[in-house]
């Protein structure tokens, strides 16, 4: 059974318009830890924003917040104000448990695509 | 060197024969991962290193792919008598496990792309 479900494989927005990307989990543990990463047209993963799951507040960092709906097992990423440079596929990740042994796995993307 | 670091770049072989990718991580991490990404495709989990514990081989697709890591640091990847649907970019990740807001993100490599012909 799939983990991490992104259920967009692609978007268009228009520049300056906020973005939601979804993603929706699985997991029976009530420990967990959740990533989204940017992977730009060059490759690289970057890391943006984490939610852990007793975490009270909603992650931000910079124009990146997290919209985590705990009960819902959501976690959709919100981009503000989008521009260019924002254009990239997204990732979705989590980790089951908050152990050093516990393994990261991936949803399989959302590909965005801002228009000028 | 600052980051994870991945050889070669890029890499082409011919269906059979067998290919090793290198992984240096970041110094330090005792986590390491190994990741596939076929075009366009998301990340599939292979293989997982945490510090001295058995790593996690749950991701592996088959007995042809195999991955060491050596004292705790490099690690190797191996895919013997390749076959063309293992053409696909291979990321490998390490982390310092860290408990605290940040949740011990992953540090990637840019990745060997495969290519078997």
């Known amino acids: 059974a799939q983990k991490i479900t992104q259920t967009q494989p692609g978007m268009f927005v228009q520049e300056k318009e906020a973005v939601t990307l979804d993603c929706t989990y699985d997991?029976?543990?009530?420990?967990?830890?959740l990533f989204w990463y940017k992977q730009p047209s060059s490759g690289e993963m970057i890391f943006l924003i984490y939610q852990g799951s007793y975490d009270q507040q909603n992650a931000t960092e910079g124009r990146y917040s997290l919209n985590f709906q705990k009960a819902r097992k959501s976690a959709n990423l919100v981009i503000s104000a989008s521009q260019l440079g924002d254009s990239a596929m997204y990732f979705c990740a989590m980790r089951e448990g908050v152990n050093r042994d516990d393994k990261i796995i991936f949803g399989k993307g959302t590909r965005l695509h801002i228009l000028p | 060197g600052a980051g994870v670091s991945q050889s070669p770049s890029n890499k082409v072989t011919e269906k059979g024969k067998d290919v090793e990718l290198r992984c240096d991580p970041i110094?330090?991490?005792?986590?390491l991962y190994w990741y596939r990404q076929s075009l366009g495709q998301g990340l599939e989990f292979l293989i997982y290193f945490q510090g001295n514990s058995a790593p996690d081989k749950s991701g592996l697709p088959s007995d042809r792919f195999s991955a060491e890591r050596t004292g705790g640091s490099v690690s190797t990847l191996t895919i013997q008598r390749t076959q063309q649907e293992d053409s696909a970019v291979y990321l490998c990740?390490?982390?310092?496990?860290?408990?605290?807001?940040?949740?011990?993100?992953?540090?990637f490599g840019n990745g060997t792309r495969l290519t078997v012909t």
């Open positions: 110094s330090g991490h005792t986590a």
């Open positions: 990740a390490s982390s310092l496990f860290v408990r605290g807001p940040k949740g011990s993100p992953l540090h």
């Open positions: 997991t029976s543990d009530p420990s967990y830890g």
